[in-house]
């Protein structure tokens, strides 16, 4: 089985700020995917950065990057330079190499104040 | 634009009248999938379809049918619709089912059902 976890329900910080939202996982695969995804109040889901469980270089998009510590489990997401747009909820989520769908964590909401 | 497109956004219903929930992408992609999310609960896959003509379960099919019968369209079925089926729902896609295949998800449909 698979499972994401993440403790922070809530995160505050200020714009231009960095900040850090929480992701451990849970996996028997040795093959699998680690993904981060925003949800706006208007509820899409936007794709933002993927980790591959063999990737030896921490992923990087823009302002997201991903902090990938294998031994840990441990896939956190990093905002540099917080905008007042990235007020959202923000998911980490899992693909395994025996199951096609994503197992996902129960989100962080993160607000960025002026 | 690589995109998935579902349609309709928002649609508020009454109980027992059947819907069709349309998903379309255009990015070739061979593997589509459906999932509600509710509060609590998270996303919970409905259906998948690896390819044309192959559809299989996900956690919570009951009360949904789904059918592959091009590659690049997956309804969404709700034969006769019921209360706890108001959700919001997501269909995605990939390229594949592999762990490295980013799934990327349409804007979202907000059903109600009365």
């Known amino acids: 089985a698979q499972k994401i976890t993440q403790t922070q329900p809530g995160m505050f910080v200020q714009e231009k700020e960095a900040v850090t939202l929480d992701c451990t996982y849970d996996?028997?695969?040795?093959?699998?995917?680690l993904f981060w995804y925003k949800q706006p109040s208007s509820g899409e889901m936007i794709f933002l950065i993927y980790?591959?469980?063999?990737?030896?270089q921490n992923a990087t998009e823009g302002r997201y990057s991903l902090n990938f510590q294998k031994a840990r489990k441990s896939a956190n997401l990093v905002i540099s330079a917080s905008q007042l747009g990235d007020s959202a909820m923000y998911f980490c989520?899992?693909?395994?190499?025996?199951?096609?769908?994503?197992?996902f964590g129960k989100g962080t909401m993160l607000l960025v104040s002026p | 634009e690589a995109q998935v497109t579902q349609n309709p956004r928002y649609l508020i219903t009454v109980t027992g009248k059947k819907l069709t929930v349309t998903c379309s992408q255009n990015?070739?992609?061979?593997?589509m999938s459906w999932y509600r999310q509710d509060p609590g609960l998270g996303l919970r896959q409905i259906y998948y379809?690896?390819?044309?003509?192959?559809?299989d379960k996900g956690d919570v099919p009951e009360g949904y049918k789904v059918s592959r019968k091009e590659k690049r369209n997956f309804p969404l079925i709700l034969e006769s619709p019921s209360p706890n089926q108001t959700s919001l729902y997501f269909c995605?896609?990939?390229?594949?089912?592999?762990?490295?295949?980013?799934?990327?998800f349409g804007e979202g449909s907000w059903l109600t059902v009365v």
């Open positions: 995605a896609s990939s390229r594949g089912q592999s762990p490295g295949n980013t799934i990327y």
């Open positions: 996996t028997s695969d040795q093959s699998y995917g």
């Open positions: 980790q591959g469980s063999y990737d030896e």
């Open positions: 989520a899992m693909r395994g190499s025996g199951y096609s769908t994503l197992t």
């Open positions: 990015m070739n992609h061979e593997y």
């Open positions: 379809s690896m390819n044309v003509e192959v559809t």
